[in-house]
């Protein structure tokens, strides 16, 4: 006989789910939609400035055999406005030698300029693929919206398999597929979707270790260390969380958990040393209690309701001694993982930008997707047939993907205290129209329209300065830029001035004064262009996608040199 659950109904049986026609037409129609939204209209938007560092560093990693920060020519940095020394700025801006000592230094990338900001898989997945593929938004954005597509796939065959439920697996994955910033920071060129994707692997293997299988303590090393290749950030407190969990669950036989992590250990300290890991936490640019509920809006508001978190905890309270031993496990990472991100976060990031959270998006699902299939087995507790299971389950998952409410009463508290964060909604969410606009009506691209507007006047090699996005420039064009947060080169006395400037007046986290500084030294005749004027192109974060409007921005200034203003100034 099945044990009743905590809720006071008996587990559903599954010999009488859906004909198999069903389930395979509904998971196959679930893959359509993820292959819709992860790959419709890759290459409408152009890679905004942190998509084309990281295409950048990916095709100097296939030049060059590292991902060099400076080629010669150009420099990307981390851009950590907050971290910038603002009294030696003025040293820097001419000598192109002098800003790269200051940069590897300051720990951006080491003193051969071969990149240390975040660990070298994200530019392999992209440099090879713009290697196959040429040189193009699509080629860039590619390996990363397949790697999400692996994750909504992987995610649901786990939890199917786990659990034996293929409703929760579907339901799981659908989950999944409705969170919207998920989805959108998928689809760019950056770690997000690799760091889900081998998340979920190393929690796959972590699984098949505990239960003993061939293969799989070393399945578990071999995917957390690709894990630590794409996201060092996030690597840390899961592994821990991870080995603590295996040790609890071996203890007081820990011999194999020292062991298994003990290869770990190995197999990354190498890169540790060589990442320089020890100098990565950078200043904050805001106090630790601003961030910390900065990141605690965004897990409520675009990653789970704070009050499903602890429906899902008690839940896993009430049902401990019912639940197969490793699905309880995975349960019991799964809160812990999320969790964790709470405090981990805004300890070690200098922001609260969603994009450190948004890799948790699968196992937010896979909480929300286990609470609404207890719920409905509870609601259906005298009629146990699976097509009500479906319907009911499925009504349920709707109402919390499309519907604010949950996020509301914790979402409207921290409103209070963190005034810029995104407008909740009150029926739907907001960010459902973000998605729409995303993948079917893209906005007005800056990006895309500012490398236009140039290959109209500019000619190849020639010098452009620019207060920001300032990495798109140099992934789409053969110019020599000058500019950026660093300031790259503003003030190079040795080379011919800058022909064109392209400036964001929106842009306040620059070293403006430098950039003014170099503008009134010249004439210029500006030349008018239809780029709106907007700090960032293609972004991801929450509080600029929801909250923007490029088509009422003013036009950016688009301007041409003209010349010195002073005679003594035409030799510079």
């Known amino acids: 006989m099945e044990k009743a659950n905590p809720l006071g109904c008996e587990k559903p049986d599954r010999t009488s789910e859906a004909p198999p026609w069903g389930r395979r037409a509904a998971l196959v129609l679930l893959f359509i939609v993820a292959a819709v939204l992860l790959g419709s209209n890759l290459g409408a938007k152009y890679l905004w400035q942190d998509e084309a560092a990281t295409a950048v560093l990916g095709a100097r990693l296939m030049k060059f055999g590292k991902p060099l920060a400076y080629d010669g020519v150009n420099l990307i940095t981390m851009d950590h406005f907050a971290g910038e020394d603002a009294k030696t700025i003025d040293q820097r801006t001419g000598d192109p030698e002098i800003a790269v000592q200051y940069y590897a230094d300051h720990g951006d990338f080491k003193h051969n300029t071969a990149w240390i900001g975040q660990p070298w898989g994200q530019f392999l997945a992209v440099g090879v693929s713009l290697k196959l593929f040429g040189h193009n938004t699509v080629a860039a954005r590619l390996p990363f919206a397949v790697a999400a597509f692996l994750t909504v796939v992987l995610l649901y065959w786990f939890v199917r398999r786990e659990f034996k439920d293929p409703l929760l697996g579907w339901l799981t994955a659908a989950i999944l597929l409705a969170n919207v910033f998920w989805v959108i920071h998928s689809r760019q060129c950056r770690y997000y979707a690799l760091s889900s994707l081998f998340l979920l692997l190393t929690l796959i293997a972590f699984t098949r270790w505990q239960r003993g299988r061939a293969w799989g303590g070393l399945l578990f090393v071999v995917t957390a260390w690709c894990w630590f290749q794409v996201d060092f950030g996030s690597f840390f407190p899961g592994l821990a969380i991870l080995l603590l969990?295996?040790?609890?669950?071996?203890?007081?036989?820990?011999?194999?958990?020292?062991?298994?992590?003990?290869?770990?250990?190995?197999?990354?300290?190498?890169?540790?040393?060589?990442?320089?890991?020890?100098?990565?936490?950078?200043?904050?640019?805001?106090?630790?209690?601003?961030?910390?509920?900065?990141?605690?809006?965004?897990?409520?508001?675009?990653l789970i309701p704070l009050l499903m978190l602890l429906a899902a905890s008690v839940l896993l309270a009430m049902r401990w001694r019912n639940l197969d031993p490793i699905a309880r496990l995975i349960l019991f990472v799964t809160l812990a993982l999320l969790l964790a991100a709470l405090v981990w976060v805004p300890a070690v990031a200098p922001y609260a930008f969603h994009r450190y959270i948004v890799h948790l998006a699968p196992l937010a699902a896979l909480c929300v997707a286990w609470v609404l299939s207890e719920v409905t087995a509870w609601i259906i507790r005298n009629r146990p047939?699976?097509?009500?299971r479906c319907l009911i389950a499925g009504s349920l998952a709707v109402f919390v993907v499309a519907c604010p409410l949950l996020s509301t009463p914790v979402g409207a508290l921290l409103r209070r205290v963190v005034p810029r964060t995104s407008p909740p909604g009150v029926v739907i969410r907001p960010e459902w129209a973000v998605l729409y606009k995303e993948v079917?009506?893209?906005d007005p691209d800056p990006n895309r329209l500012t490398v236009e507007a140039l290959a109209r006047v500019a000619s190849a090699k020639d010098e452009i300065l620019t207060n920001y996005e300032d990495a798109p420039l140099m992934f789409y064009t053969d110019y020599r830029i000058r500019g950026g947060i660093p300031c790259f080169r503003v003030e190079d006395s040795s080379r011919v001035p800058p022909r064109f400037l392209v400036y964001r007046r929106s842009v306040r986290f620059v070293h403006t004064a430098v950039f003014n500084r170099e503008i009134t030294r010249y004439r210029w005749r500006q030349i008018r262009s239809d780029v709106p004027d907007v700090p960032w192109g293609n972004i991801p974060e929450p509080e600029f996608r929801i909250r923007a409007d490029p088509s009422s921005a003013p036009p950016i200034v688009f301007a041409e040199n003209l010349g010195s203003l002073r005679p003594e100034d035409m030799h510079r």
Do not use: C, S
């Open 440 to 442: 079917f009506a893209p």
């Open 385 to 388: 047939r699976e097509e009500w």
């Open 245 to 302: 969990a295996a040790t609890w669950a071996a203890w007081p036989r820990i011999q194999r958990v020292l062991y298994v992590g003990g290869v770990l250990g190995m197999a990354v300290a190498p890169w540790v040393w060589y990442y320089e890991l020890a100098n990565r936490i950078k200043p904050g640019a805001a106090p630790w209690v601003d961030r910390f509920l900065l990141n605690l809006f965004h897990f409520n508001q675009f």
